[in-house]
């Protein structure tokens, strides 16, 4: 026998999730409301397809948000996202998502949690991950979210209507300045003995720079290169373990490799540079500010992390920062990324107020679509308390 719980499946920008709205999660506890998301998603799945659910196997198609009615008085909304583990029963809840934020006014319109007003609606979200707000402005039509339009993002096939995501203060999304340690950059040895620099900025998300020059990288690479290359990537994964100590989220290396795995996100930088996109378009080395390449639980992101590209604009403005040191921008104020599937345009408006950095605001376009709604089916044994994998 199987319960079916009310869901809706969304692609947000460059990101796909089951998307609740936290009504009909109410009547769950914590623990069997993850078993719910766990099913829906297809996870833990030891071959990495999620096939039993509606996860795609990476973390960019991994994804749960909560949605809700907001009861203060500046946010609409109320926004809890979740990323899924694809190998292990486990929901990292730290940190949010620049993509799926971007489905959230759409789903909030269709669902009657706010009242559609053409031609432009607003809806302000509280991100509870984090406590940061931001103002999604969604293309309305008919009384629905707006899905077509002539707006494209690389990454994503079809071209849509635009959603504007402006982003209000979000530094420190951990409750701490926007330089966590103080300092734009610094080392960290690891454990073969080589000392590497580093940035740790905290902006929508917390997140690791390195310099791809610096361990021997070529960041023009695509993703599966880059993935097969494991050396790299145990690397890259030691270095984000180190940023987890120094942020306090674990206590130890083995701690931040397995249980911290959503944040902080770790990305390495070059100037520009040109290259082929994963789509087989050439990138010019004049069409970009930098080139950068993100890791999220444990693989290469197949675009760019949206709350990633809001951290990497402000960093790119901090005198210091390795992303300051290779990121060339055309116009101030806005950074243009080279990431594996094309560009993505990014505003920061970024200023020093008594000798510290601060960020008023991140703005970034975004498309996304309502793609099923309906029911998931939860197998009864999950709602007992006795999924397959803890048996």
Not at 212 to 233: F, K, M, V
Not at 243 to 255: F, Y
Not at 327 to 336: D, E, K, M, N, T
Not at 345 to 361: C, F, I, K, P
């Given at each position: 026998?199987?319960?079916?719980?009310?869901?809706?499946?969304?692609?947000?920008?460059?990101?796909?999730?089951v998307?609740?709205?936290?009504?009909?999660?109410?009547?769950?506890?914590?623990?069997?409301?993850?078993?719910?998301?766990?099913?829906?998603?297809?996870?833990?799945?030891?071959?990495?397809?999620?096939?039993?659910?509606?996860?795609?196997?990476?973390?960019?198609l991994?994804?749960?948000?909560?949605?809700?009615?907001?009861?203060?008085?500046?946010?609409?909304?109320?926004?809890?996202?979740?990323?899924?583990?694809?190998?292990?029963?486990?929901?990292?809840?730290?940190?949010t998502?620049?993509?799926?934020?971007a489905?959230?006014?759409?789903?909030?319109?269709?669902?009657?949690?706010?009242?559609?007003?053409?031609?432009?609606?607003?809806?302000?979200?509280?991100?509870?991950?984090?406590?940061?707000?931001?103002?999604?402005?969604?293309?309305?039509?008919?009384?629905?979210?707006?899905?077509?339009?002539?707006?494209?993002?690389?990454?994503v096939?079809?071209?849509?209507?635009?959603?504007t995501?402006?982003?209000?203060?979000?530094?420190?999304?951990?409750?701490?300045?926007?330089?966590?340690?103080?300092?734009?950059?610094?080392?960290?040895t690891?454990?073969?003995?080589?000392?590497?620099?580093?940035?740790?900025?905290?902006?929508?998300?917390?997140?690791?720079?390195?310099?791809?020059?610096?361990?021997?990288?070529?960041?023009?690479?695509?993703?599966?290169?880059l993935d097969?290359?494991?050396?790299?990537?145990?690397?890259?994964?030691?270095?984000?373990?180190?940023?987890?100590?120094?942020?306090?989220?674990?206590?130890?290396?083995?701690?931040?490799?397995?249980?911290?795995?959503?944040?902080?996100?770790?990305?390495?930088?070059?100037?520009?540079?040109?290259?082929?996109?994963?789509?087989?378009?050439?990138?010019t080395?004049?069409?970009?500010?930098?080139?950068?390449?993100?890791?999220?639980?444990?693989?290469?992101?197949?675009?760019?992390?949206?709350?990633?590209?809001?951290?990497?604009?402000?960093?790119?403005?901090?005198?210091?920062?390795?992303?300051?040191?290779?990121?060339?921008?055309?116009?101030?104020?806005?950074?243009?990324?080279?990431?594996?599937?094309?560009?993505?345009?990014?505003?920061?408006?970024?200023?020093?107020?008594?000798?510290?950095?601060?960020?008023?605001?991140?703005?970034?376009?975004?498309?996304?679509?309502?793609?099923?709604?309906?029911?998931v089916?939860?197998?009864?044994?999950?709602?007992?308390?006795?999924?397959?994998?803890?048996g």
């Amino acid at each position: 026998m199987q319960y079916r719980i009310p869901a809706v499946f969304m692609r947000g920008g460059t990101s796909r999730a089951v998307c609740f709205r936290e009504d009909a999660l109410a009547p769950y506890d914590q623990a069997t409301r993850e078993r719910i998301i766990l099913a829906a998603l297809g996870s833990p799945d030891p071959y990495g397809r999620q096939i039993d659910g509606l996860g795609g196997g990476i973390s960019s198609l991994s994804k749960v948000a909560i949605i809700g009615r907001s009861t203060e008085a500046h946010s609409d909304v109320t926004f809890t996202f979740g990323q899924v583990d694809v190998y292990r029963p486990f929901i990292d809840w730290r940190g949010t998502c620049g993509n799926i934020s971007a489905a959230v006014g759409p789903f909030a319109i269709d669902e009657g949690l706010v009242p559609a007003v053409a031609p432009v609606t607003p809806v302000r979200v509280l991100a509870t991950n984090t406590g940061k707000r931001y103002i999604a402005y969604v293309p309305v039509q008919d009384g629905m979210a707006a899905v077509e339009g002539d707006y494209t993002i690389d990454g994503v096939p079809a071209p849509g209507a635009r959603i504007t995501l402006e982003y209000l203060e979000p530094g420190g999304s951990l409750g701490g300045p926007v330089l966590p340690t103080g300092t734009p950059r610094q080392e960290v040895t690891l454990a073969d003995g080589r000392r590497v620099t580093i940035s740790l900025v905290d902006v929508a998300v917390p997140v690791v720079y390195v310099r791809a020059a610096e361990l021997g990288a070529d960041a023009t690479r695509l993703a599966p290169e880059l993935d097969a290359d494991r050396s790299l990537q145990e690397t890259l994964e030691a270095l984000r373990c180190h940023a987890a100590l120094l942020l306090g989220l674990a206590q130890s290396l083995e701690e931040a490799h397995t249980r911290v795995q959503a944040i902080p996100k770790i990305a390495m930088v070059a100037p520009p540079a040109a290259y082929v996109s994963s789509s087989g378009r050439p990138i010019t080395a004049e069409q970009v500010d930098l080139v950068a390449r993100a890791i999220s639980m444990g693989n290469t992101h197949r675009t760019f992390p949206g709350t990633v590209s809001m951290c990497t604009a402000a960093a790119a403005a901090i005198p210091g920062t390795v992303v300051q040191e290779v990121a060339h921008p055309a116009r101030p104020g806005l950074l243009r990324i080279g990431h594996p599937a094309g560009v993505m345009e990014v505003g920061a408006r970024v200023q020093q107020r008594h000798g510290a950095w601060h960020v008023e605001s991140v703005t970034t376009q975004r498309t996304a679509r309502r793609i099923m709604e309906g029911y998931v089916l939860v197998p009864r044994r999950y709602l007992e308390g006795k999924p397959w994998f803890e048996g």
